[in-house]
């Protein structure tokens, strides 16, 4: 409706419940704060006609209004500097500081540290860069990511100065993610979370764990200090805020972001961000954004062509969608040593591996599609109206490669020893920042 | 007593700063063309089909177009021809 009102006609959007809070913040990221909406009480999407038709009709009169009367500018607050907190002592005072943090969303619901002038101050060491350099507007809100604003976001976190060169690298490989940094992907009512990771020598400097990586704990402190840092900016820079921009159905832990490290050591292959196009002797994080989580177990494979046929089924999960040629489709497989040595060592190069895989990754695509009936549907691309005419039956019997092709995965080894891989559907593709441009 | 000052983590946005203004609206829908955009989900052509009707049944000699890109979100082209082929226009968001 932006594009719309941009080109002076007036334009209205229909919007369902929940989605008002995101369309009030929607309308100031994108830049028309005073954009016009109705609001109906249930998404369209799963009911029936005749609720669709009547719901539409209780909101005509609102309609009308919207497109043919004055529009008041809708109110701003004013952005601050700084916050102020009394306690009856220092822990009192932070005490409070966290009560108003929680209370106005800032924060993931943990205990935040203050990030005193001091402490800000001390973050800033970290780079080499100054307080005030816009590193990108950071999606989905597209606020301005100075390195300020990162810096206070990773002393609430815990995090450390020398934590913040893989932090702002994170946040600037962020905005570089197809579709305006994964907008669209990032405020899904789907459990879109970004997942980072570690390559080169940062990864032992900062004492990154790449082995049991993904969780909490003493191994993991660093892993999870320097994601949550990342976390709190794409809460309070990219306005990645619950119901506002981020319209989760359910949601899911992976939003409690980890920033992981290859076990570059135990790999047979080259470091994935030499498959990036960088030097193995640089420092890079990868972001990834993931859509689930699935243990790919195996108990018993020890050739490389049945650890590789195991893990392509286990790959054979989640939708497809028919709104174009190409699946869509990406995995994220994190293999671990006990995998990816035999693979390695029986001769399979990386990309060889991904091939196999690909190769042996086909589903039914009457179960792929069966999330999105073709029945009332207008967004089936040409390439699968053949389906149409197929019956049930006949497509469950139709099988599909679950990606286009083998460059939709990507293979890290992380983990410690045990033959049980990770596998997350993706996408869009990752994007590598180095990191040593940002170090002091 | 101990007073704890903190720098504020919120970021402005880059859409704030350049913020522009909603366009100026008709006094009447009478003798107008209106935009539907379907973003070709379930549920929202019949959503702005129904709308449509009813501003037909309101106005004077009120004309509708239909626009789906099939696609979600719709296409920039199908919105730039809905902008320049219509008065007003009315979208299905998280339809």
């Known amino acids: 409706m932006i594009m719309v009102e941009k080109m002076g006609k007036p334009g209205v959007a229909i919007v369902s419940g929940r989605f008002e809070s995101d369309a009030v913040a929607s309308s100031r990221a994108f830049g028309m704060p005073d954009l016009q909406w109705v609001v109906v009480p249930h998404i369209y999407r799963n009911l029936d006609p005749e609720t669709c038709r009547t719901q539409t009709e209780d909101a005509i009169d609102d309609l009308v209004g919207s497109l043919t009367s004055s529009i008041d500018a809708r109110e701003e607050t004013e952005a601050v500097d700084t916050r102020r907190y009394e306690g009856e002592d220092r822990y009192d005072s932070i005490l409070k500081m966290n009560q108003e943090f929680i209370n106005e969303d800032l924060g993931d619901g943990l205990f935040l540290q203050p990030a005193t002038p001091e402490a800000v101050a001390e973050m800033l060491k970290g780079t080499n860069l100054p307080p005030d350099h816009v590193v990108c507007d950071m999606p989905p809100g597209f606020g301005v990511a100075t390195v300020e604003k990162i810096a206070i976001n990773s002393v609430m976190a815990g995090a450390k100065p020398e934590h913040l060169p893989v932090v702002i690298a994170a946040v600037k490989a962020l905005s570089k993610l197809g579709g305006q940094g994964g907008k669209s992907l990032l405020m899904s009512t789907s459990p879109q979370a970004p997942l980072l990771i570690v390559n080169g020598p940062a990864t032992k400097q900062l004492g990154l764990n790449p082995g049991s990586a993904l969780g909490p704990g003493r191994d993991n402190q660093i892993n999870t200090l320097i994601g949550r840092a990342f976390a709190l900016c794409f809460r309070n820079i990219g306005h990645w805020y619950l119901n506002k921009m981020d319209m989760d159905t359910i949601g899911t832990s992976r939003k409690f972001i980890q920033c992981i490290a290859e076990n570059e050591d135990a790999s047979p292959w080259q470091p994935f961000h030499v498959d990036q196009g960088f030097e193995a002797g640089e420092s890079t994080v990868s972001v990834f954004v993931t859509d689930g989580e699935l243990d790919v177990q195996d108990q018993g494979n020890h050739t490389a062509k049945g650890l590789l046929k195991n893990l392509a089924y286990g790959l054979t999960f989640g939708t497809m969608s028919l709104q174009s040629p190409r699946s869509g489709q990406e995995r994220l497989i994190l293999m671990p040593p006990d995998v990816a040595r035999p693979v390695g060592t029986q001769g399979f190069s990386k990309q060889e591996a991904k091939e196999y895989i690909h190769e042996h990754a086909r589903g039914s695509i009457g179960k792929l599609m069966q999330y999105m009936p073709l029945e009332g549907e207008a967004r089936v691309h040409d390439h699968w109206k053949w389906l149409e005419k197929l019956t049930e039956q006949q497509l469950l019997e139709v099988t599909v490669p679950i990606m286009n092709d083998a460059d939709d995965c990507y293979i890290l080894v992380v983990g410690a020893d045990r033959a049980k891989t990770a596998v997350f559907p993706s996408g869009p593709a990752p994007v590598t920042e180095g990191i040593d441009q940002y170090m002091p | ?95």
Request: aromatic share 6%; hydrophobic share 40%.
């Open chain 2, 1 to 95: 007593m101990h007073l704890l000052e903190v720098s504020n983590p919120v970021a402005v946005q880059r859409g704030v700063l350049n913020a522009i203004s909603a366009s100026n609206r008709p006094n009447s829908l009478n003798n107008k063309m209106v935009g539907l955009i379907w973003s070709g989900t379930h549920g929202g052509d019949i959503a702005l089909k129904r709308a449509g009707e009813m501003l037909q049944e309101r106005y004077d000699n009120v004309s509708v177009n239909f626009y789906t890109g099939g696609n979600y979100p719709t296409p920039p082209a199908i919105v730039k021809q809905a902008g320049e082929e219509c008065d007003v226009v009315i979208g299905a968001t998280a339809d």
